[in-house]
């Protein structure tokens, strides 16, 4: 199929074809139904199971090129290695804060079972925000660091609950066995 000139005037052709009032009506319905047929036919480009957007497929050429001006020759593998590490580290690191907001927000001290039940919760749904996000890879140490953070945190917060607790029971002892020795 051919298209018909967008205008009928020469001179309408030069500039921005796009703002010209005079665009035939036939053009742009051919215009219309080319873009139409386009993104009907056209299948979603995948690599490893994982749709490409157009921000990924510019990462993956702008790896490629790297590759390129120091002299290499890119290859896909190392290229979408790389950006699994990148995507996955800033996955990372949202889930972290995420975690850390809500360590923010547990007051201490409070029951062990509460306590324990709370940070289970939200170590879960922080793992959970982080798959969610996250770039499969063959290796994904990213997970590995994160779970290890994770349980970290939880022991010091878990030890810093008991340090509290303990004091306020010796305080609490203290208060009441003061009078008995008096």
Request: charged content about 25%.
């Amino acid at each position: 199929t051919t298209i018909i000139r967008p205008v009928t005037e020469e001179s309408d052709l030069q500039g921005d074809i796009l703002a010209c009032p005079n665009l035939r009506p036939e053009f742009v319905e051919q215009m219309n139904a080319f873009r139409t047929s386009l993104f009907d036919s056209a299948s979603v480009k995948q690599i490893n199971g994982l749709a490409m957007t157009g921000p990924l497929m510019a990462d993956m050429i702008e790896s490629w090129l790297g590759g390129i001006n120091k002299g290499g020759v890119p290859r896909m593998d190392d290229s979408w290695t790389a950006l699994c590490q990148s995507r996955n580290m800033v996955a990372m690191k949202a889930a972290t804060k995420t975690f850390d907001d809500g360590i923010q927000m547990i007051k201490l001290p409070t029951a062990n079972d509460s306590i324990h039940s709370r940070l289970f919760s939200l170590k879960v749904a922080t793992l959970d925000q982080y798959k969610e996000n996250r770039f499969v890879s063959e290796s994904d140490s990213f997970e590995t660091d994160l779970d290890d953070y994770i349980d970290g945190v939880i022991n010091r917060v878990v030890k810093q609950n008991k340090s509290i607790v303990d004091a306020n029971m010796q305080r609490i002892l203290t208060e009441f066995v003061s009078p008995l020795k008096g």
